[in-house]
C-alpha cells in the first residue's frame, strides 16, 4: 500500500468532515451548527406590505402642525387652516406677514407653495412623495427590526425583499399565544399624540358627527377601555411621539403599571409653552387613535417627562414601551404572505425526513455491496464522506436546512452512487476486455470522467435557476443538491481512484474480480 | 452480480418505433388531461389559506363544516384528511390583510368547541404574492431549459440538444399529467420536483449520449443505429443501477417522508421512471430521426484537427524563427 495525492486529499476532506459536522451531529453547544428552517424547528415568516400613501398623508398632516405652531409663536395670525390628502391651505389674516410666512414655508423641504393674494397652498413635490414612501418603508423596516431585537427571540430577521416588501422571520417561537404577541408588536403604530380637548364644544360631543367636529378642526376619539367615552379634541396634535426619546415600564402609587416617557428638548418646549397657557383645561394622551387618559392641565409643565396610564398587564405595558421606544410606524403595514408552523409539526417532519434518509441510505448501501462487492464498499466510504462534508460545509457557512433541503439529501443519497456506478461499470468492461489491472482503473476513470462531469454540471444548472428563483424552503433544496453534487465529484471521483489506487497491488495480486468488482473472472 | 450480460447488444433502435408511439399516446393522454380536468394550483400559486389542524382524536370533519358555515370568509372552504383520522387541512380561497388578526385566528375562534385541537400549520398567500411565484416559477423552468440547452449545444452539438430538450418536455409533460390524473396540488414543491427532474433526466440522457459521442469519434462503424444501440447496451447497466437506487430514496421519501412532502416525492417518483425510459427510448431515437450524419461528423471532426494541426505548425514555425 502506497499514499497518493488523491488519498491525501480524500482523507483531509473526510477530516474536515467530520470536524465541522461534529457539532451539528451531537447538537453540542459549541462550534457552527446547520441551522433549521422554520419548517423543522416551527416559526413564523411574514411578508408585510407598507399602505405608503398613508405615510404622505401623516407627512401633510405634520407639515400644517408645524405650521400652525410656528404661527402661533410668531403671533401670525392665520385662518380656515385646512389639509387633505395631498395639500395644505390657509388664509392669512395680515397680508404684512407674507414675507415671513414664505420664508418658513420654504424651509419645508420638497414643498410647492402657490401663494394667491391671502390665500396660500402647499403641496408636496412628485420627488417629495416618492421619498416619503420610499422612506416608510426604510422606517418601518427599521423600526420593525428595533422592536423584534428587543422582544427576546434568538435572531428575528426583517429585511427588505424587492422594492416595496418586508420579510420578517421568527424562529423558535413555541407557543401561539407568544405569536399572538409578537405580530401585535410587529404591526403596532404606536404613534403618540398629545390633543389637545376642546374644552368649548365639549358638553356635545355625544351629539356630533364626525362632519360636525370636522367643522370646527376637531376630531371625536373614544377612551381606550370604554368606547362609549368619547373625547372631542383638536384635529392638530400639539405633540408626536416622533419627539419621545424614552419610554419605561413605571407603577403608579397602587402598584399598576404605566409607561413614562421622557421627550426631546424641542418637544419639552413646546410642551412647556402649550401646558403654561392652558391652565384648567385638558390634555389628551392619544396612542393609536385612542385615548388613554386625559388629565387636568394644573400648572405649566417642564421638564418633558410625562406617563401613560392604562388598564393593561405587564407584559402589555412591556411590550408597548419597546414599541413607543422604537418610534412608530409611519405608514400601516399589512399582510401579503404568511406561513405559520407550530414546533410540534416540525418535529414530526424531522422525524419522517430522517426516517426516509436513514431507510434510503441502507437500501443504497445494501444494494451496492451486493451488486459490487468491494468496490460497492469504496462507493459507500465515498457516499458517507459526501454527507460528512454536506453537513460540514452547510454548518461551516450557516446554511439553513428546510424540509425541502432534507428531501435534497435523500436524492444526493440516490444519485451520489451514480459517479461510481459509472466507474465501476466502465472498470468492469475493460477487465472483460482483457486490459491490465492498472490500465483498467485509470482508463476507466478517464473514460468515464467526461460523462459525470456533464451530467453533474447540468443538475446544476437546474439547482442553481431554482436557487434564484425559490423561496424559503425551497432555497433550502436547491442549496442541499448544489453541495450534495459538488461534494460527491471530491469523494466519489478523486476519492475512490485514491482507495484503488493505494490498493491497485493487493486487487492485481489477488486477481479475484468477483471480489474485487463483483464480476465473473 | 451483473444485470446485463456484457457481450449481447441489444436492438432498441429496432423497437424505437413502438416506443415513440408510446409515448405519443402518452404525452397527448396527459395534455388532454391537463386540458379538459385542468392543473389543480395550490395556495402557493393560486393565493389562499391553508390551515392544517390536529385533534386528540378523530377530527370531527361534519362538526368542523358545521362551525364554519355562515361565516363568509369560509365560502367555499373544503375540510381534508391530511395523512391520519386525527388530521385534516381546512383550505380557502380567500385571504386576510391584517397582522394581528389574520383568517388563520379566525378559524381558531370558529373552531371552538369541536373538541381538542392544535392548529400546526397556517399558510396564507395573498393574491400579489401568488402571481408572482407563479410568474417567477414559470419563469425558473424557462431558464433551467435554457441553460441545460445552451450548455449541451457547446458541449456536444445542437441535435443532441434538441433531442434532450424533446425528452425533457416529454418527462415534464407525463409528470404534470400524472399530477393531474391523481388531483395534487400545485405548489412550489411540486416546481421543485419538476426541476430536479429535469436534471435527473438530463443527467441519464447525458451519459448515453456521451458513449454516442464516444462512438462516434473514436469507432470505424458509421451507421447511427449500431452505434446507438451498442451505447446504449454498454450503459444500460448504469442506467438501471443509478435509477433503482434513486427509486430506493425517492420511494422511501413517498411511504415514510411524511404527508407535508407527498406531492413534492410522488411528482420525483412518476419522473425517475419517466426520465429513464426517456433517455432510451426518446432522447436517442430522435437523435437517429434528426439524422445525424456520422460520415459528416468524421468529415468535420478531421477537418477541425487539420486546422489545429496546422496553427500548431505555424506556431511551431514562427517559435523556431522559419516563416
Known amino acids: 500500500m502506497k499514499l497518493n495525492y488523491r488519498i491525501v486529499i480524500f482523507a483531509l476532506a473526510i477530516a474536515f468532515g467530520i470536524f465541522f459536522s461534529l457539532p451539528s451531529l451531537t447538537q453540542s453547544e459549541n462550534g457552527k451548527k446547520v441551522t433549521l428552517g422554520l419548517d423543522l424547528q416551527g416559526g413564523l415568516h411574514m411578508l408585510l406590505g407598507v399602505k405608503t400613501e398613508e405615510a404622505v398623508k401623516s407627512h401633510i398632516k405634520s407639515i400644517a402642525a408645524s405650521i400652525k405652531h410656528y404661527a402661533e409663536r410668531k403671533d401670525i395670525l392665520l385662518d380656515s387652516l385646512k389639509f387633505n390628502d395631498e395639500s395644505v391651505s390657509f388664509v392669512l389674516l395680515d397680508s404684512d406677514d407674507t414675507k415671513v410666512i414664505q420664508e418658513l414655508l420654504g424651509e419645508i423641504e420638497g414643498a410647492n407653495v402657490v401663494v394667491d393674494g391671502e390665500n396660500i397652498s402647499l403641496s408636496l413635490s412628485d420627488e417629495e412623495v416618492e421619498r416619503t414612501k420610499k422612506q416608510a418603508i426604510s422606517q418601518a423596516i427599521e423600526t420593525i427590526r428595533n422592536r423584534l431585537d428587543q422582544f427576546g427571540l434568538a435572531e428575528p430577521v426583517v429585511a427588505r425583499q424587492g422594492e416595496e416588501k418586508i420579510l420578517v422571520e421568527l424562529a423558535g417561537i413555541k407557543t401561539q399565544e407568544e405569536e399572538q404577541r409578537a405580530r401585535e408588536l410587529i404591526s403596532r403604530a404606536a404613534k403618540l399624540e398629545l390633543m389637545a380637548v376642546d374644552e368649548d364644544r365639549f358638553a356635545r360631543v355625544n351629539s356630533m358627527s364626525a362632519e360636525d367636529a370636522a367643522a370646527y378642526g376637531d376630531i371625536i376619539l373614544e377612551d381606550v377601555a370604554n368606547p362609549n367615552i368619547k373625547y372631542l379634541v383638536r384635529e392638530l396634535p400639539i405633540l408626536e411621539g416622533s419627539m419621545l426619546t424614552d419610554a419605561n415600564v413605571g407603577f403608579d402609587q397602587n402598584n399598576r403599571p404605566l409607561i413614562n416617557f421622557k421627550l426631546n428638548s424641542e418637544g419639552a418646549e413646546i410642551f412647556g409653552d402649550f401646558t403654561g397657557k392652558s391652565v384648567g383645561k385638558r390634555l389628551a394622551v392619544v396612542l393609536d387613535g385612542k385615548v388613554y387618559s386625559a388629565p387636568n392641565i394644573n400648572e405649566r409643565i417642564g421638564g418633558g417627562a410625562g406617563q401613560i396610564s392604562g388598564n393593561y398587564t405587564v407584559l402589555e405595558a412591556k411590550d408597548l414601551a419597546i414599541a413607543l421606544r422604537s418610534g412608530s410606524i409611519l405608514a400601516p403595514i399589512y399582510l401579503m404572505e404568511k406561513r405559520s408552523v407550530g414546533p410540534s409539526l416540525g418535529a414530526d417532519s424531522i422525524k419522517a425526513s430522517l426516517i426516509a434518509l436513514i431507510g434510503g441510505f441502507i437500501l443504497v448501501i445494501i444494494f451496492m455491496i451486493v451488486y459490487y462487492r468491494m468496490a460497492g464498499i469504496i462507493a459507500n466510504i465515498a457516499l458517507i464522506a459526501n454527507l460528512l462534508i454536506l453537513l460540514a460545509v452547510m454548518s461551516l457557512f450557516g446554511a439553513t436546512l428546510t424540509l425541502p433541503g432534507m428531501a435534497g439529501i435523500v436524492l444526493t443519497v440516490g444519485m451520489a452512487v451514480d459517479a461510481n456506478v459509472i466507474i465501476s461499470e466502465r472498470i468492469r468492461e475493460l477487465i472483460y476486455e482483457g486490459k491490465s489491472m492498472h490500465k483498467a482503473i485509470e482508463d476507466g476513470y478517464a473514460n468515464a470522467m467526461r460523462a459525470i462531469l456533464d451530467a453533474n454540471i447540468t443538475t446544476l444548472i437546474a439547482s442553481v435557476v431554482l436557487y434564484a428563483y425559490g423561496t424559503g424552503a425551497i432555497k433550502g433544496f436547491a442549496i442541499t443538491m448544489s453541495i450534495g453534487i459538488l461534494a460527491s465529484m471530491l469523494t466519489a471521483i478523486l476519492g475512490t481512484h485514491g482507495i484503488y489506487e493505494m490498493l491497485e497491488k493487493r486487487i492485481q495480486k489477488s486477481k479475484n474480480n468477483r471480489l474485487w468488482f463483483g464480476i465473473k473472472g | ?323
Open chain 2, 1 to 323: 452480480m451483473e444485470f446485463f450480460k456484457y457481450t449481447k447488444t441489444f436492438n432498441f433502435m429496432g423497437k424505437s418505433k413502438f416506443a415513440m408511439f408510446l409515448s405519443v399516446v402518452v404525452v397527448l393522454a396527459s395534455f388532454a388531461l391537463l386540458a379538459t380536468k385542468g392543473l389543480n394550483y395550490g395556495v402557493d400559486f393560486a393565493g389562499g389559506t391553508i390551515v392544517q389542524v390536529k385533534y386528540d382524536t378523530t377530527a370531527p370533519i361534519d362538526v368542523m363544516r358545521d362551525k364554519l358555515k355562515g361565516n363568509a370568509l369560509f365560502d367555499g372552504a373544503s375540510i381534508t384528511e391530511f395523512g391520519s383520522p386525527d388530521e385534516v387541512v381546512i383550505r380557502m380561497k380567500t385571504t386576510t390583510g391584517s397582522v394581528t388578526t389574520d383568517i388563520g385566528d379566525v378559524t381558531r375562534e370558529a373552531l371552538n368547541g369541536t373538541g381538542n385541537y392544535e392548529i400546526r400549520r397556517v399558510d396564507i398567500v395573498g393574491p400579489k404574492v401568488g402571481s408572482e411565484l407563479k410568474e417567477k416559477g414559470v419563469m425558473s423552468l424557462v431558464l433551467a431549459i435554457i441553460g441545460i440547452l445552451i450548455y449541451v449545444a457547446f458541449r456536444f452539438e445542437w441535435r443532441f440538444a434538441v433531442a434532450s430538450i424533446v425528452a425533457l418536455i416529454h418527462d415534464i409533460s407525463i409528470a404534470l399529467g400524472a399530477i393531474t390524473l391523481v388531483g395534487l396540488d400545485v405548489n412550489l414543491d411540486v416546481l421543485a420536483a419538476l426541476l430536479t427532474i429535469l436534471g435527473y433526466s438530463l443527467n441519464d440522457t447525458i451519459i448515453v449520449f456521451d458513449r454516442i459521442r464516444e462512438g462516434v469519434t473514436k469507432g470505424r462503424n458509421t451507421d447511427l443505429a449500431d452505434i446507438i444501440n451498442e451505447s446504449v447496451t454498454r450503459t444500460l447497466a448504469r442506467t438501471t443501477l443509478t435509477s433503482l437506487t434513486t427509486f430506493f430514496v425517492v420511494f422511501t421519501l413517498f411511504m415514510f417522508g411524511g404527508e407535508i412532502i407527498h406531492a413534492f416525492a410522488f411528482t420525483l417518483l412518476v419522473g425517475v421512471i419517466v426520465g429513464t425510459y426517456s433517455s432510451i427510448f426518446v432522447a436517442s431515437p430522435i437523435l437517429l430521426a434528426f439524422g445525424f450524419d456520422v460520415k459528416n461528423y468524421h468529415v468535420k471532426l478531421a477537418a477541425k484537427s487539420k486546422r489545429e494541426a496546422e496553427k500548431q505548425r505555424m506556431r511551431d514555425q514562427f517559435e523556431s524563427g522559419v516563416m
